[in-house]
């Protein structure tokens, strides 16, 4: 990014800009090089000029959410890291017409925990899942974030996406989600920013949908390693059975790669446990990946996205 580049983003910008930022500091797996500039963009009007100007001066560009299902590789990213602040954090409990459900507008920049704690204050019950997922409303309508049973595909009806050109509503057949996996969006990527949805509720008393998500947390607290970084489940599961058995029956949880290692908690979560690089984490993914294929036949998948 030459001097010029960065006058055109202080330019159009109001919010922080940070250039040559670590990224270690804005992903759960506290791994990962620099991002030639990170953007901390509260302001939504600022979203189309940003990607504008980014295609006019090819700056490759990404939303990092909060960065809690990425690996950055150790090079770091050579364009503009987005994060969705202040204006991308607006809330609009209401209901449907004929009254019968919930109905909740978000921001793309809340936690998913933050969300399933506030429904639980509205009386809003079907995003009890959530409670403990810490990544954002986008991300986990990209990734169709889910757990213990619940996802967002089963929940949300409308999904806005901005592009440098248009703002787009998408609803109905588009909003067509696979296991961790939204198809609709493949069109849009690279292009479009997912910056706020729809969700579609149920009304519950907001006692019995806290002691729930309290139960799922206490679960999430007792399966889940939290004492050391990490990205959440590394592998998707495959059909039909779960990524984080295939790994502990393969004997792997414990085993080491420079500051990475296989949680003793999960076999599915690999944990930055002493200054982890990317490289670490990498070569661990690929031992993992080896012996489940040589003893168990099959490929694991990573869940995580690469950056
Ligand atoms: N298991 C083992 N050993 C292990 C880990 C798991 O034998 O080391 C067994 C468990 O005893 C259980 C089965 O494998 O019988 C499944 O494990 P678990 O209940 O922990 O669920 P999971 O399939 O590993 C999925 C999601 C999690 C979500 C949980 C709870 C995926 C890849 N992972 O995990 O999501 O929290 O269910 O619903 O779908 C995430 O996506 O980041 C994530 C944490």
């Keep these: 990014m030459d001097g010029s580049q960065k006058d055109k983003l202080r330019g159009i910008i109001s919010s922080t800009i940070i ?5 270690k500091k804005y992903t759960s797996f506290s791994i990962g090089g620099p991002a030639e500039c990170l953007i901390l963009l509260d302001k939504k009007d600022e979203l189309q000029p940003l990607l504008r100007l980014c295609s006019l001066e090819n700056l490759p560009w990404h939303v990092i959410g909060r960065g809690t299902n ?16 202040k204006e991308f954090k607006e809330i609009h409990p209401g209901e449907t017409r004929d009254g ?13 925990t933050r969300l399933s704690a506030l429904c639980s204050d509205y009386g809003f019950s079907g995003l009890e899942f959530g409670a403990g997922i810490p990544g954002t409303l986008g991300g986990s309508l990209v990734m169709n974030a889910g757990a213990w049973g619940g996802e967002m595909g089963q929940i949300v009806t409308e999904v806005t996406i901005e592009t440098a050109a248009k703002k787009i509503q998408v609803t109905g057949e588009q909003l067509d989600f696979g296991y961790r996996h939204w198809q609709g969006f493949a069109k ?47 592998f998707k599961n495959p ?8 790994i502990d029956s393969c004997g792997l949880k414990g085993m080491r790669v420079g500051g990475a290692m ?16 990317a490289r670490d984490v990498l070569k661990l993914m690929d031992k ?8 168990k036949g099959i490929d694991l998948e990573p869940e995580v996205h690469f950056i």
């Design 288 to 295: 993992i990946k080896k012996t489940v294929k040589e003893s």
């Design 262 to 277: 296989v949680s003793t908690v999960h076999g599915n979560f690999i944990v930055n446990r002493d200054h982890a690089t």
């Design 19 to 23: 250039f040559e930022c670590s990224l």
């Design 239 to 246: 059909a039909g059975d779960s990524a984080g058995r295939l």
């Design 70 to 85: 990425v690996l950055v590789k150790d090079e770091g990213f050579a364009g503009v890291i987005i994060v969705l602040g």
């Design 188 to 234: 849009y990527k690279g292009q479009g920013v997912v910056t706020g949805a729809t969700l579609l509720l149920e009304s519950g008393a907001p006692e019995e949908i806290a002691t729930t998500c309290r139960v799922l947390l206490k679960k999430r607290k007792e399966s889940q390693p939290v004492h050391f970084p990490n990205a959440g489940s590394f």
């Design 100 to 112: 019968k459900k919930r109905s909740l507008m978000a921001g793309a920049g809340h936690s998913l």
